[in-house]
């Protein structure tokens, strides 16, 4: 696969353990958030959205908690399995235009068997 | 299921070709995007597209151009090839109408130029 992320955080978890993946954003005024996967030699693949008005959405076994007062966003994946080893990033509109998103540097995780 | 191709998965050019990547997308969705993703970096927009002949500038659109001639297909050009042009180049696609609204990506083309 591609060499994407060499330089990524990385999180190791044991199977069936609970994962968190953190993101910090930097626009205040960010009213849309969206974690996206990418698995090995794939494009990326939305995973969940939120938009500011909520604190927390949840998914199929994925939970997103959205912090606006530290501009802090999670993604918390339940039972994780081995086929959610993936580079997991968040995404926020840019400031100037509604269309485009400006996407995190990501954080591999890894499932231990 | 929207379903973003992208012409080829890897590529192998020589510094000074020129090189087109080439995305279609069967959702007609009116905007278009093209990223390069390298390790640490993430993934930065090279070019933007919102409508057929339409066309804006990303973060990083030196040594690149694009062409949008129908709704479903967007191409990237590399004029003339350069050895760090290498990398992932993935292409995306979104409606036009939402707010923040979600891309969905193709599989990407890996390009190496010697």
């Known amino acids: 696969g591609e060499s994407v992320g060499l330089h990524l955080p990385t999180l190791s978890v044991q199977e069936g353990d609970n994962s968190i993946i953190n993101c910090a954003y930097s626009n205040s005024a960010s009213d849309y958030f969206i974690w996206y996967k990418q698995e090995s030699g794939k494009g990326p693949q939305f995973i969940i959205d939120i938009r500011s008005n909520m604190d927390k959405r949840q998914g199929q076994r994925v939970t997103v908690l959205l912090n606006k007062t530290v501009k802090h966003l999670s993604l918390q994946i339940a039972a994780t399995q081995p086929g959610d080893s993936a580079v997991y990033f968040c995404a926020e509109p840019w400031m100037d235009s509604s269309y485009k998103l400006i996407f995190g540097s990501g954080t591999r995780l890894l499932v231990r068997p | 299921d929207v379903k973003v191709t992208q012409s080829s998965r890897y590529l192998v050019k020589r510094t000074g070709e020129k090189v087109f990547l080439e995305c279609v997308q069967d959702m007609d969705h009116e905007n278009m995007f093209w990223y390069r993703q390298d390790p640490g970096l993430g993934l930065r927009l090279i070019y933007f597209?919102?409508?057929?002949?339409?066309?804006e500038k990303g973060d990083i659109p030196e040594g690149y151009s694009v062409s949008r001639e129908k709704k479903e297909r967007f191409s990237l050009i590399l004029e003339s090839a350069s050895t760090n042009q290498t990398s992932m180049y993935l292409c995306?696609?979104?409606?036009?109408?939402?707010?923040?609204?979600?891309?969905?990506f193709g599989p990407g083309t890996r390009l190496t130029v010697l």
């Open positions: 995306a696609s979104s409606l036009y109408w939402q707010r923040g609204n979600e891309q969905f």
């Open positions: 597209s919102y409508d057929v002949k339409m066309k």
